[in-house]
């Protein structure tokens, strides 16, 4: 399925060729003008129509329909849930065969393997005219649904997440750490307090990480592994300390050295007391370890790292007969709706739609009564969402791979990036010319 994936997007990209800074704060923009109701809006569809919508995660889509059928009962929907190991190899199968349903969610690590080929409606054409809507997102997370020429908009992104930790406030505690979860953070931004930590709480068998390669995934949710040319991110002092640090950790020993994705005991005994997860993160543990309510609080990430989890997009594919009724549903679904109480878990991307008061205020008591929504929203203002290549995959493959062999071979932290460099441009670097070309050509 890989090889033929990849012949699928050379040969496409070849067609399309011939044919052709410095974070600052981001405060909500004023939603956009004349988006009232009207009776015309009311009667738009008349026939009974179907839409069928693919997702990866169900976030509260059955309430949606539900919702939207009062504005339009003419509108019915289909849904089917997908795997989220192969969601998006079962999507791409049936985007190149010209099938599929009228509205896709896409998770923004998998957008790469769609955003440099034309099976996505262009939503900045009419009717959908969803420029107009663009002063209303940062510029990062705008980026997130282009395509990769950044000529079109082909997902709209319905909300954005910050990377953070997850910790035991209580064992945090006991130790002589700071609880708070704004005290731990500023605590933890140096790597000798980080250390520290560590250090004292292996002496009772309570670890901070499973890995030495969670050092490296923290850092890497800071940095895209790609500009808007495919010019290599993580080839700087920074992650050169990272492997040195992430080199520590392994020397001494200061890793569980368990999946909990396969075996969380480490979580129920008292073992592992910190997590570094998506927003989500707080369901997961409630799921795993719901006796542990009130013991478990989020800050931001260690090392002042600002990180981005994930934003999920919404996509028309181009064989949908149903565009009108999918936008108006992505409309009022990332509009509309991400800004109400029942969005705690991450944040809206439509700026307008944050700031609700009653969300920001809701308390999680799993977190001992933290406020998750006005955290993560203020959060995210200091985070700034990756650009998406076609080549990310393969390429964070490549960089894995040669930080594993690094850190085991005690490799230098310079010469790891020069060989994943070097690696990345001799199994990718055609494909790196053929879509830079492809790039170029449609400006």
């Not at 067609?15 to 003008?33: I, R, S, T």
């Not at 997850?166 to 000798?192: Q, V, W």
């Not at 800050?299 to 565009?323: C, D, H, V």
Request: aromatic share 14%; charged share 25%; net charge negative.
């Amino acid at each position: 399925m890989i090889k033929v994936k990849f012949l699928f997007f050379v040969f496409l990209l070849v067609l399309v060729g011939c044919n052709q800074g410095e974070w600052v704060d981001e405060q909500p923009a004023k939603p956009v003008e004349g988006e009232v109701e009207t009776e015309a809006d009311v009667n738009l569809f008349k026939d009974e129509i179907t839409i069928k919508v693919w997702s990866y995660y169900e976030a509260g889509l059955e309430e949606a329909f539900q919702l939207f059928r009062v504005k339009y009962p003419n509108i019915k929907f289909e849904l089917e849930m997908l795997d989220y190991e192969n969601y998006h190899n079962v999507y791409f199968e049936a985007l190149v065969n010209g099938e599929g349903p009228d509205i896709m969610f896409i998770d923004s690590p998998h957008f790469g393997e769609f955003n440099s080929i034309e099976i996505f409606q262009d939503l900045l054409e009419e009717p959908f005219s969803m420029g107009d809507y663009q002063q209303n997102f940062s510029e990062s997370l705008w980026n997130v649904g282009q395509s990769f020429d950044r000529k079109k908009m082909v997902g709209f992104p319905v909300n954005t997440a910050p990377h953070v930790t997850f910790y035991r406030a209580d064992i945090m505690e006991e130790y002589g750490f700071p609880s708070d979860p704004e005290e731990l953070g500023n605590y933890m931004e140096d790597p000798t307090n980080w250390l520290t930590m560590a250090n004292e709480l292996k002496k009772d068998s309570k670890y901070l990480i499973q890995w030495p390669n969670n050092i490296r995934e923290i850092y890497d949710t800071g940095t895209a592994i790609f500009d808007e040319d495919l010019n290599f991110m993580r080839n700087t002092p920074e992650y050169e300390q990272m492997i040195e640090l992430a080199r520590l950790v392994r020397h001494d020993s200061l890793t569980l050295g368990i999946d909990i994705w396969l075996d969380q005991e480490p979580i129920k005994n008292d073992e592992l007391v910190m997590l570094f997860l998506g927003t989500w993160g707080s369901d997961l543990l409630k799921s795993w370890v719901p006796d542990q309510k009130g013991k478990w609080r989020v800050t931001r990430l260690p090392f002042n790292i600002y990180g981005w989890s994930n934003s999920a997009i919404m996509s028309i594919p181009l064989a949908s007969e149903n565009k009108k009724a999918a936008w108006e549903f992505i409309k009022f679904y990332s509009i509309e709706l991400t800004g109400g109480e029942d969005y705690i878990v991450s944040v809206p991307g439509y700026l307008p739609s944050r700031g609700n008061e009653r969300a920001r205020s809701t308390p999680n008591y799993y977190l001992g009564g933290q406020q998750p929504r006005q955290y993560y929203e203020d959060l995210i203002y200091k985070t700034k969402e990756h650009i998406i290549t076609p080549l990310d995959k393969d390429a964070e493959k490549i960089w894995s791979d040669n930080f594993e062999k690094g850190i085991q071979w005690n490799i230098s932290g310079d010469e790891i990036i020069k060989r994943t460099k070097e690696d990345i441009e001799n199994q990718h670097g055609r494909v790196r010319e053929i879509l830079l070309e492809s790039k170029n050509n449609s400006q």
